[in-house]
């Protein structure tokens, strides 16, 4: 039987480092003002998906947008962004 640890046997490429994380966090908190975003926690304690909760009904249309990463939620928002627009010029 080995003595070392097993490795992780699916390791997570979405898993970003931690001055990259916050930085990314810095410029989508930023950048979208209208929603408050964090990251959610994992059942084993480790930061999960990213979230961004509607603050601002002119920011967006949907409560709550979830992505696994940065990148996915950033265009998620700006996709918000467009719906709220879409809504906004529909109840003219």
């Known amino acids: 039987m080995p003595s070392e640890w097993p490795q992780k046997a699916n390791p997570n490429t979405n898993e970003i480092d931690t001055d990259t994380a916050d930085e990314a966090l810095a410029e989508l908190r930023r950048d979208f003002t209208g929603h408050r975003i964090w990251r959610a926690t994992r059942w084993d304690g480790r930061l999960g998906d990213w979230v961004a909760s509607l603050h ?19 265009e998620a928002l700006v996709n918000e962004a467009e719906r709220a627009k879409v809504t906004r010029a529909g109840t003219w």
């Open 56 to 74: 601002d009904p002119h920011a967006g249309v949907d409560p709550t947008v979830v992505a696994s990463g940065p990148t996915e939620l950033r």
